[in-house]
């Protein structure tokens, strides 16, 4: 069963969950007190949703964490396509879990993101967490579109130059 925490009881449930979802983070991601006070205060605001996975884990069948997921919707504004996002998910029981239990959490965003008014349902998947990429594809989903990213190293931002029309039509009736 896939539990929403409302973001009213987020803060009760911090400190404890606090440790798991860290490990939700691309791994690439070095984790700061702010980077973790962002999270945290867009739990509190309902820009990021937690869900808990439960189950009946325990040795004689009482209920138990299995898993720790974060959504947050997304708005593309050149294709006009909102999706809700699977930003994070962590096991978090080394128990066995009911197959169905991730099964079941999955047709539970969907029709979460039917009622926000989303086109899809995505997964931000990081490098490294195999498991993690391989469970969604067993549970339906499909590689859609990659996402490569570029260090920006220590280059200073500048003013990025801009030319005038005519060039431009030069350049596009070549």
């Avoid at 993101?113 to 990429?133: D, E």
Wanted: charge should be negative.
């Amino acid at each position: 069963m896939l539990i929403k925490v409302l973001p009213s009881q987020v803060d009760r449930y911090w400190d404890t969950l606090r440790p798991d979802l860290i490990k939700t983070l691309p791994m690439e991601t070095r984790v700061s007190d702010t980077r973790l006070q962002n999270i945290y205060t867009s739990l509190l605001t309902g820009e990021t949703d937690l869900w808990l996975a439960v189950d009946k884990i325990g040795p004689k069948g009482e209920w138990g964490l299995a898993a720790i997921v974060m959504t947050n919707i997304m708005y593309d504004e050149p294709t006009d396509v909102t999706s809700l996002r699977i930003y994070g998910m962590v096991s978090v029981t080394k128990a066995k879990v009911d197959p169905n239990l991730y099964r079941d959490g999955i047709d539970t965003l969907r029709k979460h993101a039917r009622a926000k008014g989303c086109q899809q349902l995505i997964a931000h998947v990081f490098p490294g967490h195999k498991r993690y990429s391989e469970s969604l594809l067993e549970l339906g989903g499909r590689v859609g579109s990659v996402v490569v990213q570029f260090g920006l190293g220590d280059a200073p931002p500048v003013d990025m130059p801009y030319v005038d029309e005519s060039f431009i039509e030069e350049v596009l009736s070549a």
